[in-house]
């Protein structure tokens, strides 16, 4: 199973979370930059099943505020669609 590991410190801004967002799952050019891109490409990832380790997440949540929890949502309801092959471990 392939991983890929966020630290919650990284993520500044909502520009430098996407940014680091699209690097790290290797999201297409014309990924949007927004939770809804975000959402749609988190259906179409590959290959799957995929481990995505969010740490010092406390830390992105002060950065970020409510988005943060938006984000953690979309992760969360594309990990239900996917039948749990998008597995997310928060520290």
């Not at 979370?17 to 749609?40: M, Q, R, T, V």
């Not at 481990?51 to 992760?75: M, P, Q, T």
């Not at 969360?76 to 092959?85: V, Y």
């Amino acid at each position: 199973m392939n991983s890929v590991f966020f630290n919650g410190e990284d993520f500044k801004t909502k520009e430098i979370f996407h940014e680091i967002i699209k690097d790290k799952l290797n999201l297409p050019s014309y990924y949007g930059n927004n939770l809804d891109a975000l959402n749609d490409c988190l259906l179409e990832l590959s290959p799957l099943p995929l481990k995505v380790v969010w740490n010092n997440y406390s830390k992105s949540k002060e950065y970020l505020g409510n988005y943060c929890d938006i984000a953690l949502k979309v992760f969360e309801t594309a990990s239900e669609f996917l039948d749990n092959k998008l597995i997310l471990e928060i520290n």
